[in-house]
């Protein structure tokens, strides 16, 4: 039998490590590098850490410190300043003068003369974030509100007799303009301020008409002069200024849309306006949205007995609902209404303006030559409004005013 194959065995040889020489490092180079390590890190904005170095390796040299002080700057020369051939200036008198050359002189000025009176209200201002009035405008920094335009092509300006607010926003801005300028825009050319209101953008709210109207109202009772009032809706907000008659100054009360209860809500408007003239219409929208006859009559009466109220010495005029063209308002309610609004005027003590005969045609609707739309005058339609208010100023002007001119009248009659 074979036996298992048995490998040599071989003595095992221990291999040892070669014991190489220790390196000392330099002392200078090893200072170098810590030197180098706290410079980086010291601009970097680490606050450097101090490494310990062996006092063998590194060999101290500390250097004396200095006994004496420091030798001081020398003190910087002066330098004699020279003198200089230009006179003081005065600023203040400077400003004197040129405020006497402005008061002897403002049609010289036309821009800078052209402030706004003292007690011009701020908000005026707030009320031309409207239209998109300007920062520097709504801060009082500016005397005309300038409407931003849409586009930056110039419009050409057309003649005086096209040249006028088309639009509620360019009849908003250029009222807005004309009260920036201390004055109300009946009292203005109708093509006043045209660079402002042409381009105008926005739509005023009714809150935001009620607030000019106030405003209004109280740039007319500063005034001074003989106020005649129009209340109404858009009938009386779109009458031409320019055929408003008499040379009293005129203070347009209408906001398009407006019914007798809102006319109701905002007719302490005229307390400070202290108007002799009110000329009130209103009723063909109450109508337009269902309202019946009695409220419509209702609200009427509280108005003239609020008017009464607060203007005893005001001649009040109410007028008649004007016909329509519209199948929204028949024709046959406004014919029913006007006769007891008649009664009522004549029942409280006012003057009563029948405006039927002359806007009514044949068929009892408004004349077609006379409207727009069916509900709204044409300019030939205001014409024929301008001619009854002018024959009701004849009228009023031949009329007793106060209880002294009565009385002188009836003396004189006697």
Known sequence: MSQAYQAPQVASIEVSEPILPIQQPNPKLLARRVVDQMQRRSVKGIQPQRVKVPPQQVKRSV??????KP??????????????????IDLEARLREAR????KN?????????NKSANQPKTVARAGSALGVSRSVRRGTELNPVIRPQGNAPTARPTPASARPRSGSQLYAQRLNALRNGQLYTQIPVDSFYDQWSQASGHPSYAQWRELLALEARTAGRSGSNVT?????????WFPADRLPGRQLWLNQGISGDTTTGILDRLAFLDTAKPDTIYFMAGVNDLKRGANERDVLRNISQIITRLKRQHPTAQIIVQSVLPTRSEQIPNDRIRKLNPLIQELAQRQGVDYLDLQQQFRDGDGSLRADLTTDGIHLSP??????????????????QRPRTIAQAEAQRRSEN
């Open 380 to 397: 030939a339609g205001y014409q024929v409004w301008q001619g009854a208010l002018q024959r009701m100023d004849q009228r009023l002007a």
């Open 71 to 88: 030798a001081a700057k020398p003190a910087a020369r002066k330098v004699p300043a020279q003198k200089s051939n230009r006179l003081p």
């Open 229 to 237: 009032a129009m209340v109404g809706d858009s009938l009386s907000q």
């Open 100 to 103: 006497q050359r402005l008061a």
């Open 63 to 68: 250097a004396p410190r200095p006994t004496a």
């Open 106 to 114: 403002p049609s010289r000025y036309p821009n800078k003369t052209a």
